[in-house]
């Protein structure tokens, strides 16, 4: 077992490994041998912890490609010595110097960006070994297919390589949106056929993530990026039961304390005791760790020695309330938050939101331990 922590938290996420592995290879089958897999392991590995994962991804050789937002996650990683390839999203205007010296791959988006290559040192951008972003219909970053033949002429003009090129898939869970999708499909074949015929080569295509690699195997080019479903959350909604979560969060009671019907727990004494005799038990964890305040007042419950039991009183910066009176339990026992007895979906869906935010929203200083 291997944990890291800025400090010993008694909240903990427990990361599965064999799950990580299983998953990734759940998604191999449904495609070529020869497609390659890049994994998107931005926002701190998508809460869970993007070095350790890092490494257990490469020492197993169990993905081609790392993905990330920024360019500062990708100079983390080439810090702690993994070396597979690094595609960096949102490169910015000002950061393909430092992309340069770690050895990353900047995603070229806009004019912006073509001008600041204009700048580079000549030896420099020939070291430069980009990705091609095309806008299809999202409408995030990327070039139109009006703006490709400028683009080519000064990646050509700057020798820049381009290993890569791709396109964001706004609503590939969604059948409803299938035409949309599509029609972002066909966009991007155009908008690629014109690219290659300027640089007079073919830089490999991606554009499923996890949801489409599911829905449209047909589409997966050279390369997929992989993201929610290889943390154990299938976003297409087809075969969740192929997959395993890979995390599981947990802490442990701190105190429990007996109080009587009248008295208030908490801050704004929202929380109103409405029994004799109820025992509310104190946990380590607020929304400074992830545990969102929206899942106060019973909104949340959690799984203590085979029961459930529910929030009560406003959940604080780094403590909940909950009510266990009807449970048999004591101060050290653990606490599941979330994993195989409390849906993370569940949770997302009761704070509004979507299981991507519970589980990126997980504070650095609660402890990771890959199990």
């Known amino acids: 077992m291997t944990s890291f922590s800025s400090n010993l938290h008694p909240t903990k996420l427990l990361i599965d ?6 998953n990734i290879n759940n998604y191999r089958r449904a495609l070529d041998k020869n497609t390659r897999i890049m994994l998107m392991i931005k926002a701190f590995g998508y809460g869970i912890g993007d070095i350790e994962l890092a490494r257990f991804l490469e020492e197993k050789s169990l993905v081609d490609y790392l993905g990330v937002a920024y360019v500062n996650e990708g100079i983390s990683l080439r810090e702690e010595g993994i070396s597979l390839p690094i595609m960096v999203m949102n490169t910015g205007i000002i950061d393909l110097e430092k992309v340069i010296a770690f050895n990353l791959e900047p995603t070229i988006y806009n004019r912006q960006q073509l001008g600041k290559l204009r700048q580079l040192n000549p030896n420099d951008i020939k070291r430069i070994r980009a990705h091609f972003k095309i806008d299809s219909g999202m409408h995030r970053l990327g070039f139109s297919k009006e703006e490709i033949g400028e683009a080519a002429f000064t990646l050509l003009e700057n020798d820049v390589e381009i290993v890569g090129v791709y396109t964001h898939l706004a609503s590939s869970p969604e059948p409803h949106n299938d035409d949309f999708t599509l029609e972002q499909m066909t966009y991007f074949d155009e908008a690629y056929e014109m690219l290659v015929d300027k640089l007079d080569y073919r830089p490999a295509r991606h554009i499923l993530n996890s949801a489409g690699i599911l829905r449209f195997p047909e589409r997966q080019y050279e390369m997929v990026r992989a993201g929610m479903g290889i943390y154990g959350l299938d976003p297409s909604n087809t075969q969740q039961e192929d997959f395993i979560p890979v995390a599981r969060l947990i802490t442990e009671i701190s105190q429990i304390n007996h109080l009587d019907k009248g008295e208030t727990v908490g801050y704004v004494r929202r929380g109103k005791i409405v029994r004799d005799n109820s025992r509310i038990a104190i946990l380590p964890v607020g929304y400074a760790d992830g545990y969102n305040r929206l899942w106060s007042n019973g909104k949340a419950q ?47 869906e009761a704070a509004g939101s979507i299981d991507y935010e519970v589980m990126t929203s997980i504070g650095q200083r609660v402890t990771r331990e890959f199990v």
């Open 17 to 22: 490994k064999s799950a990580v592995a299983h």
């Open 302 to 348: 959690v799984y203590i020695n085979g029961q459930f039991a529910p929030t009560i009183g406003n959940i604080c910066m780094d403590m909940t309330f909950i009510d266990v009176t009807e449970i048999n339990c004591q101060v050290g026992d653990q606490v599941e938050l979330y994993g195989p007895h409390i849906d993370i979906r569940e949770l997302a």
